[in-house]
């Protein structure tokens, strides 16, 4: 087997894969119906097409069996006698399309007024048979005949009986008209209900999935079990799997705060006693104590978040970050810079108040401590994706610089206050949101941070 043919199959069936359930069922029943409704009309056309002929052989062999019973021979006149009437005016009309003759195949013939002077072909057999001919005038005759002997004739007369058979052909075309009609209308009228079928069946699994959306989105916490046996039971399992991750990150969240209460105090009195210390030794001492604070202050931040995949209830974002921005906006004032504020529309989003207040806050910090006169932010909504920007007029960074500012504890100036985890801590959330963020040179000559959050929330 070639290698194209090999990859043609597999895309054909990782295509084939993502075909939804109803359109599966509904192709299936496609072609059952396609198969059955044929096979079924063609059997059908086929035993009406051969039982309407027999009982029109039937028919003819009947007016046969009359006309064999009125033939007599005279002796006196040497000639065949047929004295029986037939009661059917069409025997009598010229080439009405009905005949009957009766012949020895030499001198002794006899023949219905009809054939006039035309005669049917024969073929001489001692049993009753049927065929189809072509008669007089190119009309295509259904004829029945045999041979039988009459005393005191020694060669066998032959009797044939024949009648047009349009009538036969159009009973016949009639009822397959009729029956593929309405096998096709049968077949409309299943593939209408087995449609029907098909969703009322599926009707659960697309509750589910609606159900699914909302819990994605944060309007319910849990699936409804209310399904039948087969998808309850998966509900049921995975309520089970979300209550697990809503305890583990529940649990992960007290734990950082207990741990940052217990490392609260004794960080605080090591700071005391370092005053104690000798000059020589307090230096190293600030250092390595400073680098504990920083190292717990970002793990507690990383551990507070919600992590990836949680989907929360949607936020207005500007009554959120208000509070925030007030504090911050004052914090400028006194700093002797401008606070520049730009919204888009009204913005809801799937996050944690607390997760887009610290990523708002340390972008905003971090730009308030490096800007000369001037911050400015910028919220605005593209599609789904929040954009947040922050700009100053400040010093700015290099490439070099962008890439070591969102580094764990790194510090490009060393005698400004500060962790150095501004930057390092939203790139964390960033991520866990499945965002990006962008450092580039202000239009202002700063830095200026682009953050992009699928998170917004529509309707």
């Given at each position: ?6 990859t ?26 396609g ?12 035993h ?5 002929t ?17 033939v ?9 006698v047929?004295?029986?009437?037939l ?13 009957w ?7 002794q013939?006899?023949?219905s007024?009809s ?28 004829v ?15 009797i ?10 159009n ?41 699914l959306?909302?819990v ?51 960080l ?21 104590l ?54 888009g ?27 000369h006169s ?10 789904q994706?929040?954009i ?28 400004r ?31 200026e ?11």
């Amino acid at each position: 087997m070639s290698q194209s043919s090999t990859t043609w199959r597999d895309q054909w069936s990782r295509r084939w894969a993502k075909r939804s359930i109803s359109l599966r069922l509904l192709l299936a029943v496609l072609v059952m119906i396609g198969l059955a409704l044929p096979i079924a009309g063609t059997l059908l056309s086929h035993h009406y097409h051969a039982a309407a002929t027999q009982a029109f052989d039937e028919r003819l062999g009947a007016t046969l069996n009359v006309i064999m019973a009125g033939v007599t021979y005279d002796r006196i006149e040497q000639q065949l006698v047929h004295d029986r009437a037939l009661g059917d005016p069409r025997f009598d009309n010229v080439y009405s399309g009905w005949y009957w003759q009766i012949t020895d195949g030499e001198q002794q013939t006899l023949a219905s007024r009809s054939l006039w002077d035309q005669r049917l072909p024969f073929i001489e057999n001692d049993t009753l048979s049927a065929r189809s001919i072509t008669g007089p005038r190119g009309q295509s005759l259904r004829v029945v005949e045999r041979d039988i002997y009459l005393a005191p004739l020694e060669a066998p007369l032959h009797i044939s009986v024949a009648a047009q058979d349009d009538v036969l052909a159009n009973d016949i075309r009639e009822f397959q008209q009729l029956l593929w009609g309405g096998l096709i209308g049968l077949g409309v009228l299943l593939l209408g209900v087995l449609a029907l079928q098909v969703r009322w069946g599926l009707a659960p699994l697309r509750r589910m999935h609606a159900n699914l959306h909302e819990v994605e989105q944060g309007s319910a916490e849990q699936l409804d079990t209310r399904l039948p046996d087969e998808l309850a039971t998966l509900a049921a399992s995975m309520n089970a799997v979300l209550a697990r991750d809503q305890r583990l990150i529940e649990r992960g969240r007290h734990t950082a705060g207990n741990l940052a209460h217990a490392l609260k105090t004794p960080l605080s009195v090591m700071r005391l006693q370092l005053r104690q210390l000798p000059e020589a030794n307090r230096a190293a001492w600030a250092v390595e104590l400073e680098r504990l604070d920083s190292a717990v202050r970002h793990h507690l931040a990383r551990a507070s978040a919600a992590g990836e995949g949680v989907r929360f209830a949607p936020i207005d974002l500007y009554p959120t970050l208000t509070p925030l921005l007030n504090g911050l906006s004052r914090l400028a004032q006194r700093r002797g810079i401008v606070l520049r504020q730009t919204w888009g529309q009204k913005i809801r989003v799937h996050m944690d108040e607390q997760d887009i207040q610290e990523l708002v806050g340390n972008l905003m910090d971090n730009a308030l401590r490096w800007a000369h006169s001037e911050v400015q932010l910028n919220v605005k909504i593209d599609g789904q994706q929040l954009i947040l920007t922050v700009s100053d007029n400040g010093p700015g960074m290099s490439e070099a610089e962008c890439q070591q500012a969102v580094q764990r504890g790194q510090r490009l100036d060393e005698h400004r206050s500060g962790s150095g985890l501004g930057l390092a801590i939203v790139t964390d959330l960033v991520a866990l949101y499945s965002g990006q963020m962008h450092l580039t040179r202000a239009s202002t000559g700063g830095l200026e941070v682009v953050i992009e959050l699928p998170v917004v929330a529509h309707g």
